[in-house]
């Protein structure tokens, strides 16, 4: 909610049926976008706007349209995340904020699995593992970017390392 403010119009990519949005929604207005009818009906029963779609497809709004785009917990289930993340780019007007997060996939939880020889990431759906240089690389084009280490009882002892989860914020330039 720090991040993203109050008197805004957001898009939350992926909102599923709203467990996330919850924490942005009073003070905004949220429009959310999912693939699952069922997920968008019980968003729509908390106050945000629902819309069918794939976000692996061209966003159906204007240039410009939103302050703020919400992208939590998606980007590694995408099979081209720079298409996304350009698209939210393009619906954001200049000034609004990028806000979302990944999981932290080469914390150390993920480097132990992966020398014992399992993949670093027990979940089949992630397309991608994100480390803090990739999630720069592939917000590039934003402004202030910044990155939070978030999750893990441990966390506070070494957060590159103990986190779960990179949360980050950044801006669409203005010029």
């Known amino acids: 909610r720090a991040a993203i403010g109050t008197g805004k119009r957001v898009l939350d990519l992926g909102c599923r049926s709203g467990a996330l949005t919850r924490h942005f929604l009073e003070g905004n207005e949220v429009v959310g976008l999912d693939v699952d009818r069922a997920a968008l009906a019980k968003a729509e029963a908390l106050g945000i706007e629902p819309v069918e779609g794939d976000v692996e497809d061209p966003l159906p709004f204007a240039d410009g349209s939103f302050d703020a785009v919400v992208v939590g917990e998606l980007l590694e289930h995408l099979q081209f995340p720079e298409a996304l993340v350009a698209e939210a780019r393009r619906v954001l007007q200049p000034g609004g904020v990028l806000v979302g997060s990944v999981p932290n996939a080469f914390r150390l939880q993920s ?65």
């Open 111 to 175: 480097r132990l699995r992966f020398l014992r020889g399992s993949p670093p990431e027990d979940d089949p759906t992630h397309l991608h593992l994100f480390s803090p240089a990739a999630v720069r690389e592939l917000l590039s084009s934003f402004d202030g970017l910044t990155l939070a280490y978030v999750g893990g009882r441990y966390r506070r002892l070494h957060p590159r390392l103990l986190a779960r989860d990179l949360v980050f914020r950044g801006v669409r330039p203005v010029g």
